[in-house]
């Protein structure tokens, strides 16, 4: 370029371009990247270009240029051979030979990027160079191995060198980081060029491209996920790469085919992301997640080198001990939480059914064992350990105590909780009379009456957040904390107008033959629970039959329809003693007491249970465990519904097989033939509530209810999943 001065004339003339900035492939000059045609510019005519062609040397073997790139440091590889420009061809181009080519350009302050696949566009002219081998000692790239080229302009290899202006950056060309994510093995995926971070847009973003992501960031085995659609929030900054194409073995994002960077047509709701699977863990570790300290928390154990949760069936306050013991934490009065307290991981990952163990010699040598869960688990039931805080540590109070606040009057009071060395209250939705109980048995150690009063007649709270919201006890926890309830930290919809208050204002014990249902979704229905001689016990469930669940309904007031009687601790195992077998009764005692049992020879797992009909229920247009069959071409076949406290709801096909199907169309006295069952929604999806999962029957059953399974309500269906019969 030279002085436009020097040249006149052109003071008339209109400046017709602005900006222009081409890259070494265009045609035209109006090829080249530029303003806006008609475009408002800032120039005078004291900035017309001017130049001068002085010399007609053709260039000189070896001699190199990049072109088409956005910067001058990176494009399509051109080399001068015999007087003629060319390119080289892809084939075994690497980050060695790439850097040859940036140290003969002067670039040499940091690694350089080998690309393939025409990157910056194809080049024109002969394709000099093939199989490119350097050491990377080189000075021309022609003291390189190569051969002779069987290849098109398609191939063309390209470079981006680290430019002089990088040298001060906080990243090198092509280093990759994570934004925004959980942890540090997923978020929105950034780049680095020319010392700037830029995002990624998803435009052809799939999981190979994330596997690239995942192992240039050292996250390797396992399955990485690709994210799209900003799933981890918009980036602010640059946006460097679009149509990303990788075959997941580059060793680089930027060596995967897509635009040239900087080439896009997106915006940050683009944004890629990915789920890279963690580094592994050492088999048999635990830690907790997402609690309040380091002594609680989302309980978690490594299963084959990676971090699995654990599901809350039949994970006990002592295994949460042993738990606590093998994380080197305190262990004497550890609970577990409520399944789902602490939340679900972000990712979904594997969990089990766990059995921890300590030996007591050796407290810190512990051992477990996990199995599949049964199909009741999801992430929901992940469960949670308390351990106690280390001894010496400063606090006001220890989390899961509770206590009566707002008054001098004994045993009665607002219920206040410590929660993370805080006291608070409880909101009252969903609260119910084991709940009470469960406050009164606690604080009293002896099981009294107790009731909800009036909170307003309690002061004091107003300035105590409210920390527990939907608790809803089933009777067999050994902690309020253990209740289900919303997930702590959740959003609630209370204010003080709706604390728990509660008068423990008795102090027998229970009476012989009491009865209280646990463990159920409805007060209605649960595990018996009886008492005798002041102890709580269970009931087994040999020889238990629907006589027998009437008298205990009957017992509790429920006389308004037929009782399903349950085996085989349908809701769940109770504690104590077990103090009936074999029952008989005949269905006109007033006590369970008075019917014919013997001792047992039992265990928790063959608990009674039952469902009774609730009074809400009396007004309804069916009766707890009746069935019907829907959209069916005749009365003999259809969609599975079964009535359940006065609502019609239907049944997943999880382990949906004929035996099922022969109880239903019993029940419905179609016998004879062979019934056959109907799974995938087969007559259709349901429109209302799913009531039984894992419906394991053995054939023999009077009621579908009867049969073994998930506790009604308890699924992890949707409509689709609907079962249906055939019935001879």
Known sequence: MVDPEEFSGVEDLPILMDDVKCRGMESNLLSCPQLQLNASHDCTHMEDVAISCTGTRRCQNGEIALAGGQYVSEGTIQICLDGVWGTVCDDLWDPTDAGVVCNILGYTNGSAIALRGAHFGQGTGPIHLDNVICTGSETSLLDCRSSPHNCGHYEDAGVICPAPQDADANCTNGDIRLADGDNEYQGRVEVCLHGNWGTVCDDGWDNRDAGVVCNQLGYTGGFPSAVSNAGFGRGSGLIFLDNVDCDGTEPNLLQCRGNEPGNHNCGPSEDAGVFCPARPCIDGTLRLNDGFNPSNGRLEICVNEVWATVCGTGFTDEMAAAACTGMGLPSDGAFRSAEGLFGSPSSEGPFYVVDIQCPPARPTNCTFTTATPPGTCTHENDVGVFCPVAEGTPTLCTTGDIRLAGTFRPQQGRVEICINNQWGTICDDSWNQHSVNFVCTSLYDQSIVGEMVDPEEFSGGEDLPILMDDVKCRGT??????????????????????DVAISCNGTRRCRDGE?????????????IQICIDDV??????????????????????????????LRGAHFGEGTGPIHLDNVICTGSENSLLDCRYSPHNCGHYEDAGVICPAPQDADTNCTNGEVRLADGDNEYQGRVEVCLHGNWGTVCDDRWDNRDARVVCNQLGYTGGVPFSVTRAGFGRGSGLIFLDNVDCDGTEPNLLQCRGNEPGNHNCGPSEDAGVYCP
């Open 515 to 527: 009865i209280m249902l646990a463990g159920g979704q409805y007060e209605s229905e649960g595990t």
């Open 477 to 498: 926890e050994s902690n309020l904390l253990s209740c289900p309830q919303l997930q702590l930290n959740a959003s609630h919809d209370c204010t003080h107008m709706e």
């Open 536 to 565: 709580w016990g269970t009931v087994c469930d040999d020889l238990w039959d629907q006589t027998d669940a009437g008298v205990v309904c009957n017992v509790l007031g429920y006389t308004n329809g037929s009782a399903i009687a």
